[in-house]
Structures are given as structure tokens and as C-alpha cells.
């Protein structure tokens, strides 16, 4: 596969000293790059641009996912098929992406880097208690290595998916109830070398999003007439 025919997302805030070198790595191996500045304080936009990055600075801070979801949707306004989205804290290896091409190659919708030995105790709280609660077969949930397909890119750029705030329990819960064939394949992750998780940085931020991704759970938020809801969408009549 033609690395140009595929697009890495990533969003990033205050991550001058990891983003330089990942973006470098992309760009050596022919990936279009976009990087979302989301809201940074220090040079991330610099050390992104000068590293060979296309970069989105909103005006506002968005939010991991919703920073992702306009990166998502440049990319498929590009006209990308294939789209990698993944961390700009130096976690994810470049060169695990071919591990994500070739579980698509092999029929995967949607491939998700996943590492379970990694995170803290409150993460593993947190996995567990979704993967019972939604039945999600999916184990590594709050994984952000993940490659999307056209499929999975036209669902999770609609509005529908503008009303998530994480990229986990929601954004999987859609694609799985669109019928997406969603594969996990191991890799590996590096440990962060700055900054902090965003979801379990605190016990109080383990507790608002199992209170929000809780409700969203439980919430009727999904379309049951799928077919209508792709075409209306996408114009792809066949999701099967």
C-alpha cells in the first residue's frame, strides 16, 4: 500500500518536545500529516509545521476528540480513504502502523493499536467497567492508535458524532452499532514523556468520565435504521 494514499491525524496540545520528531518520522515514510493545535501555550504549531505537518490551529480548545474530528474530516474533505489517528506525547511508534494496515488489509474496518499492560489503576477500572456495561468486545478502549476506514471515517465525521467528548466509550459504541468490523492488534506504547493523561490525570477526572461516558451508555443516542442513517449521511449503500 502507497503510504501517500494515507492521512495520520493527531491531535496535540502543549506537546513541543515529542511532536517534532513523531511528525519527522511520519513524513520520512511519505504519510500526510495533520496535526490540531488545540489551544497550545508553547511552540507545538512551530516544531509541527517545521517538521513537514499540515496544522489546524482552532480558535478555541476543542477537546481530544473533537480536535480529532476535525482533523477527521479535513482528511476526507483530502479525499483520504484511509486515516490513522494517533497521540502526539511520543506514545505511539510510527512504525506500528504497518500493524494497523495489515489488520485492515486482512478486513478490519476499523484496526486499534492496542497495550492493556499499560496505565495506571483507575484506567483499568475504567475499561473493565465499560467493556461490562456495554458488552464491548473491544479491550484496550481508550487506545487513540487507531486506523479508520472509509466506512468509519464517514460515521465519525457526521454531526451525529460531533456530541461525543471522549474517543472511547461513544465513538465505539456507534461504530459498532453501524456494523463496522473492529480489530484489535497489539503493539507497543512508550511510556509519556511529558505532561498527563487528560481522562486520569485525577481520581476527579476517573470520576467525570465514568459519570459522563456512564450516561452516555445508557443514553438512546443511536440511530436503530441503519441503512437510512448511512445513506443519508455518506451515500455509501452498502456498509455490509
Given at each position: 500500500?502507497?503510504h ?14 515529542t ?144 456530541m ?10 456507534m461504530?459498532?452499532?453501524?456494523s ?61
Amino acid at each position: 500500500m502507497n503510504h501517500q494514499e494515507i492521512c495520520i491525524v493527531m491531535p496535540a496540545m502543549n506537546e513541543e518536545d515529542t511532536i517534532g520528531k513523531i511528525v519527522s518520522q511520519a513524513c520520512a515514510l511519505n504519510y500526510k500529516v495533520i496535526v490540531i493545535n488545540d489551544a497550545s501555550t508553547d511552540n507545538t504549531a512551530i516544531e509541527a509545521k517545521k517538521a513537514g505537518a499540515q496544522v489546524l490551529s482552532p480558535i478555541k480548545n476543542l477537546g481530544a476528540w473533537k480536535a480529532t474530528q476535525a482533523g477527521l474530516r479535513l482528511a476526507d474533505k483530502l479525499g483520504y480513504k484511509l486515516v490513522v489517528t494517533m497521540d502526539a506525547d511520543g506514545q505511539h511508534n510510527v512504525s506500528d502502523i504497518a500493524t494497523l494496515i495489515k489488520s485492515h488489509k486482512e478486513g478490519a474496518d476499523v484496526a486499534i493499536g492496542n497495550c492493556t499492560e499499560r496505565g495506571s489503576t483507575g484506567r483499568h477500572i475504567a475499561w473493565q467497567f465499560f467493556k461490562r456495561v456495554n458488552r464491548l468486545s473491544v479491550s484496550d478502549i481508550t487506545s487513540g492508535f487507531r486506523l479508520y476506514n472509509e466506512k468509519a471515517l464517514k460515521c465519525l465525521t457526521s454531526r451525529q458524532a460531533t456530541m461525543f467528548e471522549y474517543q472511547c466509550v461513544g465513538v465505539l459504541l456507534m461504530m459498532r452499532n453501524m456494523s463496522l468490523s473492529i480489530e484489535e492488534v497489539a503493539v507497543t506504547m512508550n511510556d509519556r514523556k511529558a505532561g498527563v493523561s487528560r481522562i486520569f490525570h485525577s481520581w476527579f477526572a476517573v470520576g467525570y468520565y465514568l459519570l459522563y461516558s456512564g450516561l452516555l451508555s445508557v443514553s438512546k443516542a443511536f440511530p436503530t435504521k441503519k441503512e437510512r442513517y448511512f445513506k443519508r449521511l455518506t451515500g455509501l449503500n452498502n456498509f455490509d
